[in-house]
């Protein structure tokens, strides 16, 4: 099993930067890759990006490449999600998820998720 925990949520002003943590543990070694999905009020999960751990290879939703930038920190077991330039659409629950070599394709384990709020 591996736990993983987000933190860094909160209310931002439109045009504002933040950046979501999500700490892993337990059996991290069973997955290879972390990233972050959200869900807003009324819609679908959706997945944002995705971060292979050992060669930091990514992989971004269309919409959020060149805003939002997934790392990783191995020593602490850690994938973090800076986002920038923030508009009110980007207001939802920030959801960290692990899972093997399919840059989250395929998600084994999630996070209880970290709310975001973006006010106009």
């Known amino acids: 099993q591996v736990q993983l925990v987000e933190s860094g949520g909160g209310l931002v002003q439109a045009g504002g930067s933040l950046t979501l943590s999500c700490a892993a543990s337990?059996?991290?070694?069973?997955?290879?890759?972390m990233g972050w999905f959200r869900q807003a009020p009324g819609k679908e999960r959706e997945f944002v990006a995705a971060?292979?751990?050992?060669?930091?290879?990514?992989r971004y939703a269309n919409s959020m490449e060149g805003r939002f930038t997934i790392s990783r920190d191995n020593a602490k077991n850690t994938v973090y999600l800076q986002m920038n330039s923030l508009k009110p659409e980007d207001t939802a629950v920030y959801y960290c998820?692990?899972?093997?070599?399919?840059?989250?394709?395929?998600?084994?384990?999630w996070g209880k998720g970290t709310l975001v709020t973006v006010s106009s």
């Open positions: 998820a692990a899972g093997p070599r399919t840059l989250l394709v395929r998600v084994d384990y």
């Open positions: 337990g059996r991290t070694s069973s997955s290879s890759d």
């Open positions: 971060i292979r751990v050992s060669t930091g290879n990514t």
